[in-house]
């Protein structure tokens, strides 16, 4: 088609009259075929030769049924029953040419019929009806009268494609978006039927030509007859009966006469809520067994929500009684400390959050204004009704969280258990052993365990001989039971066993001895056959022996047993000695000497098992004699090796075998747990997991089950249409769900949960799942973790704060949100326009759009029965209000804007008022175009049943033309009619100011 009669709103959407595509865009009039639309088409064969042929195109005769899923949107809804009176009935498809695409004709005048129109009838205008049967034949409906239907020969105008988020409006966008984006451009069927109030209808999608009918039908279709021809109608105006077939169906029903803006203009100017509204008396003369009265007059307890027109609550408790009710609170912990018999007494709300177990608390003061004050008592009182009533539920949803928990914590404590049996081999097997025997035991973990920058294996690589003494060969020799051992440890037999029995085991300065002689670094070469210290010899030992009061036999048989490298530094000390023995102190000889061997290392791997044995009994490395016969000289620069610190790696070795780094620390890396499970392995390994589940479920809704009163005190009192701003109450919200989170605690208790009942399970007191704007700093949540209180006052404990702590509250009573649930609700900052007051366009209602900057969207929303919606903002009551005074851009105060939702487009004219025909002034667009515009009076609209055109006052035009004809007689298009009769999304907007009382003098 041509785009340059597409006509366009001024906000975001384009209509075009009609649309074709594909090989239908040829098909021109005067077809040679009386049942089906043609078009000839060229061929061209082997490049030189053309042939022309007529071909005839699938028509509505061809058409047997249509796919429900091409339908994407019906208004009314199927099944509504308070629609609304003043639009009309509208189906939208998915494809932008499916209205036109079995079209028999071609466009005349930029008009296109579609081959399927849209009605609307009453239960008695059908006369009859059959559904769909077996055979695959439509369901059918019979008319009373053809008058009921609407003008077939005026179907153009009620058939459009709407095109969205156009930028250039140019006809190759045009092309793009039904190309490549045909969900932008859906095609729409509306239905100019004016419906009557409270009146029940159905809608029916018919064929708009007789073919269509006759095959819908069943039945026969001729060839020759002028009534099978292609462009034939469904129906005449004046026939008395029409038999169609029907592709889609569904019913709704109207109610009261009434659209958005209508319903809006009930609910201004606003209201000031009645006296009362948003508390209640309270009785606290006897408050309890043996606690004096509170006080002497009833005192105000607030609901939830709070009216702006009641001043804030004065009144406090008596000093008495508050003393009473502390020593009363406070019993339990006495009799706890003092060992008595515990006694059932008031809860003391919180005290596992805040620590404390008595009161007053200096550090806590939300603490002692929670628990000292009944009214707030009273709050906290009902959280614990709430958990006590929904318990089941939220121990469900509690353990759903934690699901795993308790198969966690098993681990960890059987984990805990072989820790502890663990610790204790090792303390036993690991701890008590000297550096060379836990070599020997740990070897295969060398390989393992970090030393400083490198493994232990590694260090001990660089340390030939005591790797020499960890080889396989070697220890399979020494081994404790192995032969080698076993004969050097074996005894004399009993007869000849003397008083003077060396200890079994016993060796040279001890095995940690020798392996400290063979380190690298610690190592001294004798030369000159010099004597060694430290060791000692049958012959040298048997010089300074005293002759025991034993036989020379038995002395010779003990000294068999004692071999060399057996005579240890105990046995020496044991033994009597010569009294005129006197030891002799020699000079150790230097750490090298010149000329000696460097690849000794080597050499003591190759020697027999007979000189490593001399080695063990005889070598000390550490301070030979000074030679007997000559020196030789140092070198100018001494070899230096660094020693080995073999205690150094024993500590490693203990620490890396230690139990809680081999068996506790490994589980707890294994583990991961959620961002608010609170739990430090690091700090201590083996804690089991204490966890809180977090409950996100807006706790408004179960305190309103129990009451609407408790969430807003006199709310029966509301009257009807009302709209006025309210505040939340902090110190309410507060003690409620502080009462909520301590009894979960208990219930979370007695359950065996996996807790230590310091965690917050209720954050969320109002529902905030609505919320669409940007993330607020705190967060949505309507209070911090109770633990986190620490030192605030009851009250100040909120997410997200304002200037006076609350936030305002906005309500409404009506019709409008229940007959419009999907209303958009926002606030809009004010903005000085000139010297006469703040405005964002004008307030009021209108279809101007102020602009996306300095809104707010509502944290929160709510509903109260029958029909009041609430939604809280952060707002301050003073930054709702303003200073209307100052020629402060910042001072000027909000705007509450209520919005009709723009993305669901409606279609059809103004309610009728009072006045009708010439008794209205022309409209000042066409969007103030009315249903009373067309007829004279209201007997002439109740007789309405579809708009005809030809029957409009042609001179009827708006004071400021938009472009589009309004008469079928001056050329208007379904483009024109799409736009005259489009019913704009409608803004009310409402100062904070007018919605306040007026502020006090000096405020």
Known sequence: MDESVMSQDPATLAFLPWLRRGISTGITAGSPDPGRAALDVTLAFNGDREVSAPIALYGPGEVAGINPRSIIRTYPQPEVHDAECNYFPL?????????????????????????????ALTDNEIVGAKAAGADGHLPWIQVASAGSL???????????????????????????????QPDRAPSRLLCPRHLQPHTAYTVCLVPAFNRGRLAGLGEAIGVDEVRYHSAQPSWWQGVTSVKLPVYYQWRFQTGAAGDFESLTRQLLPPKQLPAGVGRR????????????????????????????????????????????????????????????TRVVAPPLYGRWHAARDRIPSVDHPWFDTLNSDLRHRTMAGL???????LQQELMAEAWDQVEGVLEINEQIRET???AAVTQRLHERHFETQDELTLLFITEPLHGQVQADRQTVRQTLRQNPPVRGLLEGQFRRISRPLGPIRTRQRRLPEPEETTSSIPSEGSTVSGESGLLMGLIEGERTFPRGGGKMRGSATLASVADHLQKPDTSDAATLILLQGLREGKLSEEIIMQAPVNPDFQPTEETPVPKEWAGTESEWTQELATRKRQEIAHIFGSIDAQSPS??????????????????LEIHLLRDTILAATDPAQTILLPLTKRLTTAEWVEWDPAKHPGEQLMVAPEIDRPMYEPLQELSQEWLLPGVSQIPPNTVSLLKTNRKFIESYMAGLNHEMARELLWHEYPTDQRGTCFRQFWDVSGYMGPQPAGGLKDIRPIHMWGKSELGGNACQQTTDGEQVVLLVRGELLRHYPNTIIYVQKAMLKD?????????????????EENKKSPLFFGRLAPDIFFAGFALSQQEARGDGESMDQEQQGWYFVLQEQPTEPHFGLDAAGEHFGTELEPPGNWRDLSWGHLVDNAEALQEMSNIDLDQLDSSLLP???????WHAHNGSLGSDLALITLQAPLRALIHGSDMLPPEKEGS
């Not at 959280?383 to 009533?389: A, E, F, I, L, Y």
């Open 416 to 418: 805990q258990l072989a």
């Open 835 to 851: 010297e006469n007051g703040p405005s964002v366009a004008e307030g009021g209602i209108g279809d101007e759009n102020p602009g």
């Open 281 to 340: 008396q309270m009785d606290v003369s006897v408050p309890g067994p043996e606690l004096p009265p509170a006080a002497e007059a009833p005192m105000a307890l607030e609901g939830a929500l709070i009216s702006l027109t009641e001043p804030d609550s004065t009144e406090t408790q008596d000093k008495v009684f508050n003393k009473s009710l502390h020593e009363r609170l406070n019993v339990p912990t006495a009799m706890l400390d003092s060992g008595e």
């Open 150 to 180: 609407p003008q077939l020969t005026q179907s153009w105008a009620w058939a459009h494609v709407q095109i969205t988020g156009l930028e250039e409006n140019g006809d190759e966008e045009v092309a793009d978006v039904v190309d490549q």
């Open 626 to 643: 000074t030679p007997s016969t000559g020196e030789g000289p140092l070198p100018p620069e001494p070899l230096s090796r660094e020693p």
């Open 959 to 965: 004071n400021e033309g938009q472009g589009a004809e």
């Open 91 to 119: 189906i939208e498809f998915d494809q932008p040419d499916f209205p036109w695409r079995y079209t028999p004709a071609a466009p005349v005048n930029n008009r296109l019929h579609p081959w399927l129109v849209l009605i």
């Open 383 to 389: 959280g614990t009704r709430v958990v006590q009533k």
